[in-house]
Each structure stands twice: as C-alpha cells, then as structure tokens.
C-alpha cells in the first residue's frame, strides 16, 4: 500500500531555514509526480509546489517563490522540501502527496501523508 | 489564479439526509476539479477526481457533477463517518488552489 512519512518539522526562527523530508513506498516512486501542500492551523489547505516525476520540472506557489525549493532523490524514493528565509505566515502542518498519474505532475495529488508541523516563531 | 468559492461554509444535517455541496470557479476550469475529505487530525483524502470520477475505494454514495465554473458535490445517505471537511480543487491551471471548505456537521 502507498506510504508517505514526512519528517524534519518543528520549531524555528524567522529567517532560518528548515528541509523537510517525504520517504515514499508502495509505489514506484520514480515513476509519480509528487506535491507539497500545507495547512495553517485551523485553516484550509494551500498548495505549495510540485516537481515531475524526474524532477525535470518543478512548480511553486508565488508566497514561496525564491525561498522554498522541491526536490527529490528516486534513489532514495525521497521528496525533500528545502525551506529558507522562513516568516510566521509559514507556520503550517506540511503534507507531502503523490499525484494521481505516473509520469508528469496532472495536478491532482491522491495519496497523502499524515504531515509534519513547522512553527516559525522566535 | 483560479479562485474557488465553496458554499455553503457550514452544513447541518442528519445522518440518512441528503448533503449537497457547492464549489465555484472564477473561470471555466472544464472538468479539471477535485474533491477531498478531511477528518479533524487527519490528512486529506481524494473522493473524486475530474469532477465526476469516483477515487479508489469510495463509495457510491459520494457523486460528483459539473463542468466549466459550477461543480457538486452529492452524499446520497450521510454516514456516521462522513461528517468532516470537504474541500475542492482545480487543476487546470498553476497554481493549484483548493476552495476554502465546507464543514458538513451534525445536526
């Protein structure tokens, strides 16, 4: 079964940086596009970015443009999610998704993981 | 951006009524919307894809409709367990972007 365990949130800084972590199972990693998404708390979700499944091509959302960057390891069927130059408004439960087509991002993630909390806050 | 509008924000209801949900588009985005369930500490889950495709494993009580800018989404019979958050999202332009939610409660 598709397993997604994200790792590497907690409490930070503003200004610091953080990497997220995503280790993927049950699929073939190398073969899906995957996706950040993040949810403020008590608020609705928000995407964040996506990277193809080769990580050709990578897209992100204008509030983390030129500080959060995606990328992936299929070696080590891995989403890494690099955070700098982090603000309060960051602070989120990050959730890593595989996307429901092999080969390029479609656009629509299925398979969730249960997320991991960030919290910018000095 | 696209700007998804779901209506309304609260619904109240029984278990056995029936649950009609509302998302808008601010352009026409075909029939690239999506809907998912999310449950108080959990993530996510996808129901329907491509506005009127059923996800695997979910049941037929679950239905999805509409095209262009207006879209559905229908509970037939509410379960006990389908009381939760419901959130649309296209995917015919980047960015992605999810509706702001529609928390369909016990009456």
């Known amino acids: 079964q598709v397993q997604l365990v994200e790792s590497g949130g907690g409490v930070v800084q503003p200004g610091r940086s953080l990497r997220l972590s995503c280790a993927a199972s049950?699929?073939?990693?190398?073969?899906?596009?995957m996706h950040w998404v993040r949810q403020a708390p008590g608020k609705g979700l928000e995407w964040v970015a996506d990277i193809w499944y080769d990580g050709s091509n990578k897209y992100s959302a204008d509030p983390v443009k030129g500080r959060f960057t995606i990328s992936r390891d299929n070696s080590k069927d891995t989403l890494y999610l690099q955070m700098n130059s982090l603000r309060a408004e960051d602070t989120a439960v990050y959730y890593c998704?595989?996307?429901?087509?092999?080969?390029?991002?479609?656009?629509?993630?299925?398979?969730w993981g249960q997320g991991t909390l960030v919290t910018v806050s000095s | 951006e696209i700007v998804l509008t779901q209506s309304p924000a609260t619904l109240s209801l029984s278990p056995g009524d029936r649950a009609t949900l509302s998302c808008r588009a601010s352009q026409s985005i075909r029939s690239y919307l999506a809907w998912y369930q999310q449950k108080p500490g959990q993530a996510p889950r996808l129901l329907i894809y491509d506005a009127s495709s059923r996800a695997t494993g979910i049941p037929a009580r679950f239905s999805g409709s509409g095209s262009g800018t207006d879209f559905t989404l229908t509970i037939s019979s509410l379960e006990p367990e389908d009381f939760a958050v419901y959130y649309c999202?296209?995917?015919?332009?980047?960015?992605?972007?999810f509706g702001g939610g529609t928390k369909v409660e016990i009456k």
């Open positions: 049950g699929f073939t990693f190398s073969s899906y596009g």
């Open positions: 999202q296209q995917r015919s332009n980047w960015p992605l972007t």
């Open positions: 998704a595989r996307d429901g087509r092999s080969g390029y991002s479609s656009g629509c993630p299925d398979y």
